[in-house]
């Protein structure tokens, strides 16, 4: 399998790579935004799902490649860091009695259970993405690259994957966890039209 080359040997992949990544961020960011403020409660659970899927599609792109290295030797300033306290606390509200989780943080290095919570890590991702697009929209495409591969690869690919894993599970009982009458009756009902 030929290895990967870094972005940056070409100006033009750099731009779209850039570009496709600031598309799947700025789509995460409004629509965890939109369900945080309460716009789909009842397909908040399928919305994250697919939410979740995608843009560890867009993560993979920027872990699978060679690391990208700033044109400085420090990082500019993003500007200021928008408040995700009440993001957090909306949704803490929406996932209210799903939102805590049995989480281990690196398996490579200790199996200790940690407390995870859905809300925590949604929070995180969108600070996380916000910041290389404050890079972005500043016209620093290296410095946002550099940003979003640093911190999937730190944190928010750990922090997507584990929620993207407790969302299919709380669908997956959602959809699968039914007593054996209700069972039964749709095994029959679907034998017998």
Do not use: K
Not at 137 to 143: A, L, M, P, Q, S
Request: hydrophobic share 45%; charged share 25%; proline share 6%.
């Amino acid at each position: 399998m030929p290895e990967s080359q870094p972005p940056a040997n070409d100006p033009l992949e750099v731009g779209a790579l850039a570009h496709e990544t600031a598309t799947d961020a700025r789509s995460f960011c409004m629509a965890i935004r939109e369900l945080a403020a309460g716009s789909a409660p009842d397909q908040a659970i399928p919305l994250l799902l697919l939410m979740l899927a995608q843009l560890q599609v867009s993560g993979a792109r920027l872990g699978a490649i060679q690391d990208v290295v700033p044109e400085e030797r420090f990082e500019a300033d993003p500007g200021p860091e928008s408040n995700l306290d009440a993001l957090r606390m909306g949704l803490a509200n929406l996932l209210d009695g799903i939102d805590d989780y049995a989480d281990v943080v690196d398996p490579l290095t200790s199996v200790e259970p940690a407390r995870g919570a859905l809300s925590d890590d949604l929070t995180d991702i969108v600070g996380a993405l916000e910041h290389g697009l404050a890079h972005y929209d500043r016209g620093r495409i290296v410095e946002a690259l550099w940003w979003w591969q640093f911190s999937y690869l730190s944190q928010w690919g750990v922090r997507g994957s584990a929620a993207l894993r407790v969302v299919q599970t709380i669908l997956a009982h959602l959809r699968l966890d039914a007593d054996d009458e209700t069972v039964a009756d749709a095994e029959f009902e679907a034998l017998h039209p």
